[in-house]
């Protein structure tokens, strides 16, 4: 498609739940990233990909965080154990050459 | 550490003047910058870029400048208009680390009659 796409729009977990967001990037785009924004503060990379490849993950809180991206999937990324503290707007955008187009977000509300 | 700021949170500008806004940064291997502006309940959209190369990129009514060794970029917007009010976001990348941007925590704008 033209446009990123994410899925759900909002999540409501209760702590320690387990958590997965999806998004579709735009057809064509090698590169997809992950973005945590919390409390409509700056947003924090927390990984990208080159096709099904990592690309970096420098940002991704690995104890509870994961994602993949498969081939002719959307891609995904899962919080297991959820944390009050995961609360926050997700964001997922693709790339081709330099500019990064970004999806409408998933909101995860921890309880 | 937050390695790109802007530290005005909001700016309100009246419609038809110049919008200024700011974005300082601390790291000097930073080598590409972008704008974005966003939308409640939406995705930030990008707005402009500018290259290390170059210290001004204009498209339309939005300019970018660059000033490396102040380590400061500016985003002008010339005439400001009422669908410009948003916030907007600066971002850098550093050489070699191919997108992996890091955001400032936004400029809210609000443009009016």
């Known amino acids: 498609g033209e446009e990123v796409a994410q899925t759900p729009k909002h999540l409501v977990r209760g702590e320690g739940q387990k958590a997965k967001l999806y998004c579709a990037p735009i057809?064509?785009?090698?590169?997809v990233f992950w973005y945590q924004q919390v409390l409509k503060n700056e947003f924090k990379f927390l990984i990208s990909?080159?096709?099904?490849?990592?690309?970096?993950e420098t940002g991704m809180p690995k104890e509870r965080f994961s994602a993949k991206c498969l081939p002719n999937s959307p891609c995904s990324l899962e919080i297991q154990a959820t944390k009050l503290e995961d609360s926050a707007v997700y964001f997922c955008?693709?790339?081709?050459?330099?500019?990064?187009?970004f999806g409408p977000g998933t909101r995860l509300t921890v309880t | 550490d937050q390695q790109v700021k802007q530290n005005s949170p909001s700016l309100s500008v009246q419609e038809g003047r110049i919008s200024i806004l700011n974005c300082d940064y601390t790291?000097?291997?930073?080598?590409?910058f972008l704008w974005y502006k966003k939308y409640p309940a939406e995705g930030p959209t990008f707005l402009i870029s500018?290259?290390?190369?170059?210290d001004k990129n204009e498209d339309g009514r939005f300019t970018v400048f660059l000033n490396k060794s102040a380590k400061h970029l500016s985003l002008h917007i010339v005439p400001s208009q009422p669908g410009d009010s948003a916030v907007y976001f600066c971002?850098?990348?550093?050489?070699?680390?191919?997108?992996?941007?890091?955001f400032g925590a936004g400029t809210q704008v609000v443009v009016t009659p």
């Open positions: 971002a850098a990348r550093e050489t070699d680390s191919w997108g992996k941007f890091q």
């Open positions: 790291n000097s291997m930073f080598d590409y």
């Open positions: 955008a693709s790339s081709q050459i330099r500019e990064q187009y």
């Open positions: 500018i290259s290390s190369i170059k």
């Open positions: 990909f080159q096709n099904e490849n990592v690309f970096d």
């Open positions: 057809k064509g785009h090698s590169y």
